[in-house]
């Protein structure tokens, strides 16, 4: 037994969040290491039974009366605040439906008119040069569609970009591809210093770390729901709009869901009160319902406990990497410090696309993002230490 | 037994389609008979067991690499290409995904776009006056978002408000509460001949009788999959460009999955060929592989005959209800030209919110639409005419 393994049953030993590990699908005929729930989360236990159920009972025998019956209709912001305390957040500002590009496109449209209806001059959009794409290809409609120019900027130099002409930022919390963790606070305060709104995309990092939306005064916020909060496939994505500004916000996608009276089939539209405003059509109610149950997995879970054991998992692995991969075969594109690292570790080496189908085929799933990258994600309710422990011994066999 | 109980069962004994009855959920504890197909489907019998292997095994077990290996990456086109004979398109022109508000949006802005190409002049949409809601609304941030004016007008003066200065119409097929069905052929035509792009909305036609997209050269449409189709609530909707028109569609939701190279990672967006250029996020997966274990129950089946059943179905109430019901008691807004009617029969009576509530009581369930509308959907996939005579029975009774 090497050092590293007695290490990893160690703290495997001392995680108090270990035992969630079995509220989780993950022993299935693979047997494998799972570093891919940045990609898609795992199964949580309950919901085959839960979809079971809204297939079979509530779809199937009850049918139309299960808009109201089974609470079908209210699924959007019911589900959202279930998600808010991960978010840091109050209940009454999240509502869950669409992807997150339909969501990035309300919520930067409606930064751009909150703050062009204080200053019609704002005109310009800022958003995070390393994106992930979809959300500056959005952001470039945004623009178009809004009359505004549209500008990449590296979110570290954000701030020296914001000026008069800034009307809204659209920013990642933590970078798809690195790993790298952006200061959230100070960001979000240098956007609200200049005047503007800062949208976050928090893809990366809801479930995995704390946000704090509230506290630190976030504009509006948009995430999914596959990644660390585990609701499947494809799960709806959810917006988020502060109290104080949902008088104001202004969709560009003012389906019948966010109407006022939505049963009174009115040919003129008034806006809903509240998170609501944010929905659009009508909800896909087997996704959501499946998200509904796979967030029971947070019942008597912080966000602390979770950032606490996410930083300890990559910690580890960086240091099984250091001690197992050769000098110099793999270069980390993740920030060491804590305060910069989100929950995962991008591993750059040149032939990553081959090595990532060698360590699939040994049961160590990561993935590897074009054109150099090995990706791994720590999800801490259900990767524990040993798991860390083989997927870097099994690295540095197929690097060797 | 009565005469029209005696007619009832000859009609159920010559009805080809009988059999597909089997297909489907009905005889549950409820035992109704389900008038409401054209807001909630039924659930066919396929849809449970292949959601649950979705979830257990192509979530649970395989995981990520269900995205190649279970076909989940191309489903939204796969399952286009299901639904394309059923509104008369060749294959490689529909893409599931995203509701049908967000789908009017596309289309919508899509067509101006194309409009507009042709002749920046063109700056007015015409919107049915009459539609459901929700298109209304989207028409008008199409129309704020395009720089368009928005002109509300009925369907069939929409020939007479047609001129140089429009760019796109917005018609449904059928009208969501009266259950007229409009003359697409024809409205078409004249949309076409004013040098302006014709968007048809069909959640209340495809699946109940023939469309012909192609046929008579409609430009886009949307649809829901929730009514006629039987996807399950808030199933993905889809969206139809035209063939030729696909390399200039220019959607105002450029989202990564639309891109030519969706994991290439590129900053640039680059719109995809084809159909795939209407997609935008990360597809529902739950929901859209239920749609398409729900799309099963068409093999075998012609639009025709839908159609002819459908007819006879809603000939037969009329006719059940004109004997049952008392003279003047309710008066009837769908047409009685078939050449004018869909799969609904309306029927307006002042106190049709309680006797809505009495008849599903009493187990026909159909819907009320505000303020005094009793509305009766015929799906001929499951609904016979026994069914129906006794649903104009029951209607009597309860409005005696």
Redesign the interface.
Known sequence: MSELTVKAEKLDAGDELAAKRTEF?LD???GAV?L?GN??G??PVA??GR??DV??R??????????TESG?WTAPERIGDRIAPLVGAAAGQIVVG?????NV?KALVGAVRLAQENDPGRDEILVD?TT???D???A??AAR??GCALR?VEPSEAPGALGERTAAVLLNHVDY?TGRLHDLPSLTAAVHAAGAYAVWDLCHSAGALPVGLDEHGVDLAVG?T?KYLNG??????YLYVRADLQDRFD???????S?AEP?????D?TPAEGAVRGR?????????L?LEAALEVWDGVTVEAVRAKSLALTDFFLECVGEYVPEGRVECLTPLPHEERGSQVALRCADAGPVMQRL?GRGV?G?F??PDVLRFGFTPLYVGFADVERAARVLAEELG
């Open positions: 699908v299935g005929p693979e799972y891919d990609s898609l795992a199964l919901v085959p979809v079971a297939v079979g509530q779809w199937g025998e009850m049918r139309i009366r299960s808009w079908w669409d992807s997150t590009s339909v496109f040069a992930f794409p979809t500056g290809y959005i470039g409609s569609m809004t990449p591809r999914c596959y499947g496939p494809g799960s709806p994505a969709s560009p996608l003012p389906g019948w869901n109407h049963f009174g089939m009115r040919s539209y659009v059509g009508t909800p896909d109610i087997l996704s959501m499946a699939i799933v993935d993002r074009h």
